[in-house]
């Protein structure tokens, strides 16, 4: 069996109470179809408690990550995202931008990228017109805020919590864009339950 470079390991941030259904289509797909190895992050090693109740234990620490070994970093939602922002997460977004890798946050975790100062100057998306600025007082890109399921500009990936099928789409799109018939196949498969 072929053993995935750091590189082709994409990895997703867990904490208590994380939206546990948004990555999970992107996740599943990246291993079962894109050959990506998938870890997961959490601020420490102990085991958190997702949304949905499942209790996962994190692969390593926030403390041991490292943007340029990572193909993405995946932020699901969550409501911990609107108490608090996170500078851990702050400065490994930034590390995520400066190493040129793609990064993504779906639902709440938008506010993760907006608090990184990453959505100021691109196209993104997130839970409505108005969100973002309720929380992330510096946030300066209300006028490139878009009001679709899912869009990536250059690197950075937002989506509604309403969206994960689009979530993924755009995930993979970066990932593996030669792969553009099989992301459409998927698309149109789990968006609309069956293919036309």
């Known amino acids: 069996m ?21 990555p999970a289509s992107a996740l599943a797909e990246l291993r079962r179809t894109f050959g ?10 102990d085991s958190v408690v997702s949304m949905g109740g499942l209790r996962v234990i994190p692969d390593i620490p926030l403390a041991e990550f490292e943007p340029d070994a990572a193909a993405i970093l995946i932020l699901p939602g969550g409501d911990s995202w609107m108490a608090v922002q996170h500078a851990e997460i702050t ?15 779906i639902c709440a975790a938008t506010l993760a990228l907006a608090h990184a100062g990453l959505l100021d100057d691109r196209m993104h998306t997130s839970n409505g017109a108005g969100f973002i600025e309720k929380f992330v007082p510096d946030y300066a890109g209300a006028s490139l805020y878009r009001a ?30 030669e792969r553009a018939d099989d992301i459409a196949t998927y698309e149109r498969l789990y968006a609309r339950g069956f293919l036309d």
Not at 2 to 22: I, N, R
């Open 2 to 22: 072929k053993v995935p470079m750091p590189e082709q390991t994409a990895y997703v941030f867990v904490f208590d109470g994380f939206a546990d259904w948004e």
């Open 36 to 45: 990506f190895e998938t870890k997961t992050i959490g601020l420490s090693r």
């Open 91 to 105: 400065d490994v977004v930034r590390g995520m931008e400066s190493n040129h890798r793609p990064v993504a946050g």
């Open 148 to 177: 679709v399921p899912a869009i990536t500009d250059r690197g950075v990936i937002t989506a509604s919590g309403l969206a994960p099928v689009a979530f993924a789409a755009e995930i993979f799109r970066a990932l593996a864009p």
